[in-house]
Antibody, heavy 119, light 111 residues
């Protein structure tokens, strides 16, 4: 059974860099893309980007200038960095596996990490 | 930055059929398959429908999906109280360098 466990700093000040890590347990790590998604309190889901085991990435155009997603295949982990955060970046952040098929379904999700940006 | 439009809310009584629409464009739904997610308060979303109309193992068959042109729909037949949740459609968008887009979300209430 595939499990995703994520962690990172939960409270940041404006202009700081958000940093989260997601560890994958069970199943194959190298055969998939892995995504980050965020959800501001009371609002909808927003895709941030994805990475595969080779480090190939795709990013949301609206966040691309501030986002870096990377992998550590030796630990089956992916990481998210979001620079120059503002209050508007306050959200629950999720990691997820991109399942097989052209539809690219997000079939396994982490538990979510609330990141609050406040001065 | 949602580019897929859903009604904010839908409701029905137990046993009724509820349908949620998802409207997109030629660069997303018109070109790619649609997935649907179910989310309960305080929990991570769960994949409900993939590739327009496929159910993952364990999803009840009262949930069904369809797609036509640049729109998609999720139907819940025989609505149950435990179906009260938020529902999101999603699809890959081929514009720019490609990215994944979610719908605006629909809150389903069981009356």
């Amino acid at each position: 059974q595939v499990q995703l466990q994520q962690w990172g700093a939960g409270l940041l000040k404006p202009s700081e860099t958000l940093s989260l890590t997601c560890a994958v347990y069970g199943g194959s790590f190298s055969g998939y893309y892995w995504s980050w998604i965020r959800q501001p309190p009371g609002k909808g889901l927003e895709w941030i980007g994805e990475v595969n085991h080779s480090g190939n990435t795709n990013y949301n155009p609206s966040l691309k200038s501030r986002v870096t997603i990377s992998v550590d295949t030796s630990k089956n982990q992916l990481s998210l960095k979001l620079s120059s955060v503002t209050v508007a970046d306050t959200a629950v952040f999720y990691c997820a596996r991109v399942g097989v098929g052209a539809a690219r379904p997000l079939d396994y999700w982490g538990q979510g990490t609330l990141v609050t940006v406040s001065s | 930055q949602s580019v897929l439009t859903q009604p904010p809310s839908a409701s029905g009584t137990p046993g009724q059929r509820v349908t949620i629409s998802c409207s997109g464009s030629s660069s997303n739904i018109g070109s790619n398959a649609v997935n649907w997610y179910q989310q309960f308060p305080g929990t991570a979303p769960k994949l409900l429908i993939y590739s327009n109309n496929q159910r993952p193992s364990g999803v009840p068959d009262r949930f069904s999906g369809s797609k036509s042109g640049t729109s998609a729909s999720l139907a819940i037949s025989g609505l149950q109280s435990e179906d009260e949740a938020d529902y999101y459609c999603a699809a890959w968008d081929d514009s720019l360098n490609g990215f994944y887009v979610f719908g605006t979300g629909t809150k389903v209430t069981v009356l």
